[in-house]
């Protein structure tokens, strides 16, 4: 399977796909790591991961750099991320030698944004919330992804109720039908933890403090074991949650001993 996906858009020279061919690869691809080769050898360079730097993150990216070290990654950096998350990025760059590509908001619109309506604008109403998520984080992710023929996320199965039913390979119809790629979409947290054992991976440290979903600092807040996976995000505007994440609990607190941390220097912190 390769270049009978070949159909490309005239703008962008990006690689379209049918249904019926997504159909096909998710009924022949059931794993992770055939799901990444199979994404190395037919879609590279014109892929990558995009990286908000939660657990599912460094996972994936562990995967990947060791069927392709030459794997784009790319982040969006809307300029109100909390500290760990840069720390994070660093860390990661250096561990791995890796270029993370990172995504900035058009200046003058977040001028524009702050000027009429301030710099905590979302606290005052869900319209000006998504405003400043637009500016700051979908505009630049659609000016990206309109250069790719598919992108790779860190999504699972059991994070929501809405995706519940997510595929390995799906048409992103959000933007231009090109192709997004769900590797460890069956994967259970409990694996994501062993895997970031086994392998002694360094995380965002924001995981131990009770953040298992990981946005803007003014916009996240650590949620409670039981509480919904996104109940910190928005917290001041949920009446309703969207799904339960009752298995949540911090890494180490759970997971990884403390002199495990210790004897890892990419885990200092």
Known sequence: MGNQ?????????????TQDQVDELNSKIKTTNEALQWVSDNL???????????AEDAVVMDIMLKINPKFRFFTLDTGRLPQETYDIMDILRK????????????TEEVENMVRDKGMNLFYESIENRKLCCDIRKVH???????????????????????RENVSIFQLDHGHGGILKINPIVDWTWDQIQEYIKKNNLPYNSL????????????????????????A????????????VWPSYRPLIGDLLCQK???????VEY
């Open 140 to 162: 630049p992710m659609n000016k990206m992804l309109n250069t790719l023929d598919g992108w790779i996320t860190g999504l699972r199965r059991d994070q929501t109720k809405n």
């Open 5 to 17: 996906y070949k159909t490309n858009n005239s703008k962008y020279n990006v690689t379209k796909f």
């Open 95 to 106: 561990k791995y030698d890796i270029s993370i590509e990172v995504l900035f908001p058009d």
């Open 260 to 266: 495990t941390v210790q004897s890892n220097p990419m």
């Open 207 to 230: 995981l131990d403090k009770g953040f298992p979903s990981i946005g803007c600092e003014p916009c996240t807040r650590a949620i409670k074991p039981g509480e919904d996976i996104r």
């Open 44 to 54: 590279h360079p014109q892929v990558a991961k995009a990286s908000s730097f939660g």
């Open 232 to 243: 910190g995000r928005w917290w001041w505007e949920q009446e309703g949650n969207k799904g």
